[in-house]
């Protein structure tokens, strides 16, 4: 049996883990994400962990810049400035700049990687800094947070944006691959996709695994958006969700959106339709 749930709005690439993407009309899609996404990230040469938003009191400045790929090479623009840098030496000293510490660029490779992430109350920001590795649901080496696809409704946005009109719920802030466009539906829609599959354009087959836990990144100031705390307070308050499949009996105090894994490869575009497939 299969049904409709929408079609494809926003496709995102971040091709350097914790910094802004770019927005993209088409993409390859396999077992490792979108092409190009998440493909690099910073590493702290003190520590060897990967430089990750959710520690802010080290990395914050890392999301006021933007990574892209242009004619295949990686290129970064500060945000404010919008000066680009395409020289590894020149990156990796603007975020020396920037944050007083020394790092490497790195890429994928076959290791399990580490991030530091802040998950103290948010009154009490730098309280409760854990270790925690990477991508634990896709390859060893990857950079991203948990799995190789992060999707998001329209649906969900609308509805979160209610209960605090005067918070700003942008994507930005919430850094999805995918915004599928739901219409008229209203509620976490999302959460209703657990355990199953969505088949998007000809191929491309996704199992939605996990609801996505939020964290203190979606407060924190990001170019135009202000600093406000009372965004995840209000996620916390509105949408908790049982973990499906990784961690039994836990409850997500804060949810929105979905991780995914890649049952089928495809090409995806703005504007192709999804569907449940099972």
Same mark, same amino acid.
């Given at each position: 049996?299969?049904h409709?749930?929408?079609?494809?709005?926003?496709?995102?690439?971040?091709?350097?883990?914790?910094?802004?993407?770019?927005?993209?009309?088409?993409?390859?899609?396999?077992?490792?994400?979108?092409?190009g996404?998440?493909?690099?990230?910073?590493?702290?040469?003190?520590?060897?962990?990967?430089?990750?938003?959710?520690?802010?009191?080290?990395?914050?400045?890392?999301i006021?810049?933007?990574?892209?790929?242009?004619?295949?090479?990686?290129?970064?623009?500060?945000?404010?400035s919008?000066?680009?840098?395409?020289?590894?030496?020149?990156i990796?000293?603007?975020?020396?700049?920037?944050?007083?510490?020394?790092?490497?660029?790195?890429?994928?490779?076959?290791?399990?990687?580490?991030?530091?992430?802040?998950?103290?109350?948010?009154?009490?920001?730098?309280?409760?800094?854990?270790?925690?590795?990477?991508?634990?649901?896709?390859?060893?080496?990857?950079?991203?947070?948990?799995?190789?696809?992060?999707?998001?409704?329209?649906?969900?946005?609308?509805t979160?944006?209610?209960?605090?009109?005067?918070?700003?719920?942008?994507?930005?802030?919430?850094?999805?691959?995918?915004?599928?466009?739901?219409g008229?539906?209203?509620?976490?829609?999302?959460?209703?996709?657990?355990?199953?599959?969505?088949?998007?354009?000809?191929?491309?087959?996704?199992?939605?695994?996990?609801?996505?836990?939020?964290?203190?990144?979606? @407060? &924190?100031?990001? *170019?135009? !958006?202000?600093?406000?705390?009372? +965004?995840?307070?209000t996620? #916390?308050?509105?949408?908790?969700? /049982?973990?499906?499949?990784?961690?039994?009996? @836990? &409850?997500?105090? *804060?949810? !929105?959106?979905?991780?995914?894994? +890649?049952?089928?490869?495809g #090409?995806?575009?703005?504007?192709? /339709?999804?569907?449940?497939?099972?």
């Amino acid at each position: 049996m299969e049904h409709r749930i929408g079609t494809i709005q926003q496709i995102l690439r971040f091709p350097v883990k914790s910094m802004g993407g770019e927005f993209l009309s088409t993409t390859y899609v396999d077992e490792n994400g979108l092409e190009g996404d998440r493909t690099f990230a910073l590493k702290e040469l003190e520590t060897g962990f990967i430089v990750s938003a959710k520690n802010p009191k080290k990395w914050k400045a890392i999301i006021e810049l933007e990574a892209f790929f242009e004619n295949e090479k990686l290129k970064i623009r500060q945000t404010t400035s919008r000066q680009v840098f395409d020289n590894e030496n020149d990156i990796t000293n603007l975020i020396e700049k920037l944050t007083k510490r020394k790092v490497s660029l790195v890429a994928n490779s076959n290791t399990q990687e580490i991030r530091e992430a802040d998950r103290s109350p948010l009154e009490q920001t730098g309280s409760d800094i854990r270790q925690e590795p990477l991508a634990s649901a896709s390859k060893a080496g990857h950079f991203f947070d948990f799995a190789p696809i992060h999707l998001m409704t329209t649906s969900s946005l609308k509805t979160i944006s209610q209960f605090y009109p005067k918070g700003k719920f942008d994507l930005k802030r919430f850094r999805p691959n995918l915004l599928i466009d739901t219409g008229d539906k209203t509620g976490f829609v999302e959460n209703e996709w657990l355990g199953k599959t969505l088949h998007i354009g000809k191929n491309l087959q996704i199992k939605i695994i996990e609801p996505c836990p939020r964290c203190v990144v979606t @407060t &924190l100031q990001q *170019g135009e !958006l202000e600093k406000d705390n009372e +965004i995840l307070k209000t996620i #916390v308050r509105h949408n908790q969700v /049982e973990s499906y499949t990784h961690y039994p009996g @836990t &409850l997500f105090k *804060g949810v !929105l959106g979905v991780y995914g894994i +890649i049952e089928q490869s495809g #090409v995806i575009n703005i504007g192709d /339709e999804l569907v449940v497939v099972r």
